[in-house]
Nanobody, 115 residues
Framework: QVQLVESGGGLVQAGGSLRLSCAAS????????MGWYRQAPGKQRELVAH???????NYTDSVKGRFTISRDNAKNTVYLQMNSLKPEDTGVYYC?????????WGQGTQVTVSS
């Protein structure tokens, strides 16, 4: 059974930082690409950052230079370090992976950035 469990969200002032974690189980974590998505109120879910099994990363333009995705294969965990947060970063952040068995999502963690 695949499980993705996010943590680390919260309320932060603009300019602050948060680090999100996503603990995975039920998958061969080291061979899976992982992604972080977010969904703002009234908007579609969007890809924020992605990391391959080899550690290659890519980011949506709005977070480049501020967010960093990383992974610890020994802990089956993917991270999203978010710096210089802006009110427009507010939303529910979801962890995601795709395996041969399907597409999986975590339950999400709320990030709220106050101005």
């Amino acid at each position: 059974q695949v499980q993705l469990v996010e943590s680390g969200g919260g309320l932060v002032q603009a300019g602050g930082s948060l680090r999100l974690s996503c603990a995975a189980s039920g998958i061969s974590f080291s061979i899976n690409a992982m992604g972080w998505y977010r969904q703002a109120p009234g908007k579609q879910r969007e890809l924020v950052a992605h990391i391959t099994s080899g550690g290659s990363t890519n980011y949506t333009d709005s977070v480049k230079g501020r967010f960093t995705i990383s992974r610890d294969n020994a802990k089956n965990t993917v991270y999203l370090q978010m710096n210089s947060l802006k009110p427009e970063d507010t939303g529910v952040y979801y962890c995601n992976t795709r395996t041969i068995g399907g597409l999986y999502w975590g339950q999400g963690t709320q990030v709220t950035v106050s101005s």
